[in-house]
């Protein structure tokens, strides 16, 4: 079985985020990046799958500057096997559109059964670039997967998929693109050994050129701002309780308008 | 609850910056690490402490473990925990590749632990032990108790322990009696009670295996007659299956804090069917049992700084929310209230706890840089670090112990009545540190060891060693003009403790040891205090260089209060020098010639 696993570094979740004074992007300066929990889910089923079918090879496919390398060989360290980094200053910060294409110019140069997506990433929260990769490649995709089961002659597989209130089960033809959604599995922490092995895997690295493109983002983003801060609740005292209950009521259609 | 515990930051500061480990990478023992595995290394163990450990802080310490049909039950937390750790690496972290471990420097694998231990005290106790309890088999025990135990050990399946306290026997080992007979069959018949047994028993270990000292039949009296065994909770059958060895659980403890690992009281052979087996030769066990209590006792130390971290940053959060009066000077009631950290004496009570916390923890790893150093092939700079390890180590147990139930202390009261409530982890910290003063040799016994064993052995060499490595940072600051009244402070502190030991020596060479070793805790304390002021010094040079050589806006912040935090314990703990030093002068052997029933009133 091989897997293809498209992933992200993104800003740990415990980042403080803060835009940076002309509003183009964030401070990046002191940020703790880590891989997008969702592609997380997709290493660690691309893993289990390897392991289900006693072969095959689980490849991580990341595009970012130089830093991304760390997002790389900690995938490795989880037990991938090898990495293609992506990294040219002309990719970063671009739209999904960009994205996908890098990603579907890349995948055609390997070998795959199954491609994985995180069905959206933390940091931007698109969640296109999936959806996009797979219309590159002409594959069908499966989004919002929470269980995976895939038929023993690697024709087809059987997903499990969240819809609201439940799920939906599908099937699909293979090769496939599917997003990861919460639920999937719970990823395995990298180990010592792990580590150590992953230091010697090899990362490829390429650049747009390498790929044959020559990307024209879509989308440019005007200006980046803060959600404005909560501002101060309002106390009401020194009222007898039916004012008060009055007032409450009347503060809640008139100002905040929930009511 | 506060998520923050330890500082990834710092960790990196005193990794890298400060003790430098990366040079230990010329040692061939390191040679495939760089600060790449490091970073990733680190990366890991904060990630399982964050999201493995850490939320089971509090429940561990409302469920404790309690005794049920003769087997100790702990929280089920504890399994996934040690797997992780077994499966992980962990366990093994620092040990030779041959044994299945990755060589990583003990001052990467005890900064791991340190994040470990701030997410979640008790729950290290169950494979630290297992850890040095693996160690001992492997330094010390044949080849076929290597086989059989240490790999499932290792794999964090199986539970080690040490098992040393007797209901009579505590700091005085050479008053134990377990007893150990000699069979024809390959092993010993144990007899004896146990107490105090960190993870002695528990559900979510396979096995326990009991490094355990005892007494052969007819040896020698005293220290000198005690032997180490491997006695395990059940004994591996021909066709490989366990069966009870005798060992039974007579109480789990109900303790103060701690409270997510089991201590246990044991008794080996009420059926006269407990088997022991020997490890290394009868009659030295001491000995071998000194590599896994000094191991334990730096741990210990790391353990006592780790909850003390995590109960400043846990303050600090508070500290920086709460609102609550106004500035002295400005005492206007329509003025908004202002957050307490703007408060002089609040902070005061913040630097303390850095004071402590970054000073010792400075201190465990320069002692495991020492312990990783020593492993290099020129036999006489292996010795340099062995010996300074020697002397320090009775230091970097206690202080953080100490000091650390100080830090949390004022943590707690930073937070004032919620401090005292469990809605915050304040009051859990405060209960766990306190028994880091106890175990693994109490302060009263690393004194002791301080000034009556390490201070004056090989005629003083190691005190010199240490006087030296202490000077060579004095004449480094020295050089910068706003660190040189620092270098000079140490350089003062440093004179009179070398005053102070001759005068103790003193006592000792006229035989009088019962002065010479009356006040060994306050000696220990003085000494501490000059230690962790040398540390302070050491991370202000680094401080000074990289403030000086130019850094972003955020790392000249970080710089800038380590200084502060420098400062504060020159100005506010260095002067505790001299009262301790006023008394220790004076050694008329007050507590010594009292005598007991001048206590009763």
Redesign the interface.
Known sequence: MKSLVCLKQVPDT?TQIKVNPDGTGIVT??I?Y?INPYDEFSVEEALRLKEKFKAGEVLILSIGPDRAT?AI??AL?MGADKGIHISDESLNNSDPFVIAQALAAAAAQTEYDIIFCGHRAIDDDFGEAGAMLAELLKLPQVTLVTKVDIADDKTKAIVERDVEGGKETVEVPLPCVLTSQKGLNEPR?????G??K??KKPIDKKTAADLGISPEPKLRSNAYSMPPERTAGKKFEGMEPPDVAKAVVQALRNEAKVI | MAERFVSRRNLEFLLYEVHRVERLSAQPYFSDHSRETYDLVLDTAMKIARDLMYPHLQEMDQKAPVLENGQVKVHPAIKGIMKEWGEGGWIAASMPYEVGGQQLPTAVATACNYVFAAANFSSTGFPLLTAGAAHLILSYGSDDLKETYAPRMLAGEWQGTMALTEPQAGSSLSDIVTRAEPTDGGYYRIRGQKIFISAGDHDAAGNIVHMMLAKIKGGPPGAKGISLFLVPKNRIKSDGMLEPNDVTVATVYHKLGYRGCPITQLSMGENDDCRGYLVGEPHKGLSYMFQMMNEARLAVGMQAASIASAAYYAALEYAKERPQGRKISSKDPLQPQIPIIEHADVRRMLLFQRGVVEGSLSLILQCCTYSDLSRTEDVEQSQRYALLLDLLTPVAKSYPSESGILAVSQGLQILGGYGYCQEFPLEQYYRDIRIHAIHEGTTGIQALDLLGRKVVMKNGQAMRLFLEEVGAVVQEAAQDSELSPYAERLKGALDTLGQVTMRQVQFALQGDVETFLADATLYLELFSIVTIAWQWLAQGIVARKALDAGCSPLDAQFYQGKIHAMRYFFHYEGPKTAGLAARLMEADGLTVNMTAAAFDD
């Open positions: 415990e300066e002191g703790k880590v760390e060989r900690t360290a922490y990298a180990s010592l050994p580590i150590m992953a230091k």
